[in-house]
């Protein structure tokens, strides 16, 4: 099966091309000028006045995930699918170790979770809930298995919460593996005294969730995880970037020369806190950390332009208003924490980014494909270059839409950007050589999504 995908302006991180782009396959043959006159495709997809990218790369989601006694709503089915809608071809969800038990437990689990249900490719981060001895050599089995990046808490206490020296012997074990730590840094202790207080003084709403988490204290614990990693020898990724105090230190180790890699997500660039005003209303945009106040989001935008962060991904979480964030109805600590956004980031980094001036066309292909390539070990993803997988969308970079739940693929209630008009869409999107996406219409198929057995990250070498 050969697809060839003329006259497109290739969009790459690098570089910005005009050609043919021929997939044979489930890999990028050839890329020149005027293919059609030499080869012969089975389907040729006109890309004429748009541009075509390699397929996102979301490193970030949680489907499924148990979190305050429910479970994310979207499936690795419904999740990947929407994935695809929005123009991405790979994500990177988290499989939780339970407490008490084993990694392989937890792996097991997730690998239950998403064979023969995901739509596109996927891999694991591994979420580790209980760093003991066992664990920590498990780790280098992991590595092998191509589950190369561990995710470790400062917040959560009592569920996710890792102690200062566990972190430390968890980063240690990176140094010698060569895998990668991924940070959650706020301080949860201090968190959870001052939600406590609030409560009491009587403030339940939503949007004492967002004041009882200080960006003050994500500056701190990123500070911490930074210096411990430091002292380890070990790089650190710090996940869901949100405050500007968090990027300071970031800005600074990197100065400083080291290893330290961010990200942070779309909501934290296009919503604020007062998005979690107007009562109950605010459960909609529960996540942890939480949306800030507007003066964080210039600064973000500026970590971006400026590669002190790196990858912007979407902690795509989302659970219902109705039946789920509805939990919390009267106490702000029960409202599960997460939002949708899995379908969103491509088209809102594009219209946020490029229109809106902070991002040149590649630099945002590197933000949402390449770099997440790079860092989390996917040789064959993030490029449009002849012999990696064909995982590629044919984007319109004029199209202007409305996102709204009436309309998204996410299996969720709502949408955090109900009515937001963006310009810029994804039009046909491959995976593997295959279309699964064609306008409005799903080409795609449950369990054609394959496990990704990924390398180190190319940033360490
Ligand atoms: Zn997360």
Redesign the pocket.
């Given at each position: 099966m050969k697809t060839l995908i003329t006259n497109g302006t290739i969009v790459n991180a690098d570089a910005t091309t005009t050609g043919d782009v021929l997939v044979d396959g489930e890999s990028i043959a050839l890329i020149g000028t005027d293919l059609g006159a030499s080869v012969s495709a089975d389907t040729t997809i006109d890309a004429g006045g748009k541009w075509v990218i390699p397929g996102a790369i979301d490193v970030?989601t949680?489907m499924e995930l148990p979190f305050g006694g429910t479970f994310a709503k979207d499936t690795f089915e419904s999740g990947t699918r929407a994935a695809a809608f929005g123009g991405t071809t790979t994500i990177i969800d988290?499989a939780v170790q339970p407490r008490g038990q084993s990694l392989r437990d937890g792996l097991d689990a997730w690998h239950a979770k998403a064979d023969g249900n995901a739509t596109i490719d996927y891999g694991f981060h591994m979420i580790i809930s209980d760093v003991r001895d066992d664990v920590l050599a498990e780790m280098d089995t992991l590595v092998d298995e191509g589950v190369t990046t561990f995710k470790l808490f400062t917040a959560y206490p009592g569920v996710f919460f890792s102690d200062d020296g566990a972190i430390f012997r968890a980063m240690q074990q990176t140094a010698r593996n060569g895998g990668l730590i991924m940070m959650?840094a706020e301080n949860g202790l201090a968190i959870d005294v001052v939600a406590g207080q609030t409560f009491d003084e009587g403030h339940t709403d939503p949007y004492y969730h967002g004041v009882s988490r200080s960006p003050v204290l994500e500056g701190e614990a990123t500070n911490r995880v930074i210096r411990l990693a430091q002292t380890a020898g070990a790089a650190v990724y710090i996940?869901?970037l949100s405050a500007r105090e968090a990027l300071d230190e970031v800005r600074q180790a990197r100065e400083e020369g080291l290893p330290a890699y961010a990200e942070t997500c779309p909501q934290y660039l296009f919503l604020t806190l007062d998005d979690m005003k107007n009562g109950f209303e605010g459960a909609k945009f529960i996540c942890s950390p939480p949306l800030r106040p507007a003066d964080h989001a210039p600064e973000l935008w500026k970590g971006l332009v400026h590669d002190d962060l790196q990858v912007v991904s979407t902690?795509h979480?989302p659970f219902d208003f109705h039946g789920q964030k509805e939990m919390g109805r009267g106490d702000f600590r029960k409202v599960p924490n997460?939002l949708p956004g899995v379908e969103n980031r491509v088209d809102l980094m594009h219209d946020g980014g490029v229109v809106g001036g902070h991002l040149t066309p590649n630099r945002w292909v590197e933000i949402i494909s390449t770099a997440p390539a790079r860092l989390f070990g996917l040789p064959r993803k993030g490029a449009v270059a002849v012999g990696v997988d064909a995982d590629l969308v044919v984007y319109d970079p004029n199209r202007r839409h409305t996102i709204s739940a009436q309309t998204h693929h996410m299996d969720v209630d709502y949408s955090c950007y109900e009515g937001r008009e963006v310009t810029g869409g994804s039009d046909v999107v491959l995976s593997r050589g295959k279309v699964i996406v064609d306008g409005d219409e799903w080409l795609g198929a449950k369990g054609d999504g394959r496990f990704l057995k990924r390398e180190r990250s190319e940033y360490l070498r």
């Open positions: 970030h949680h988290f959650h996940v869901h902690d979480c997460g």
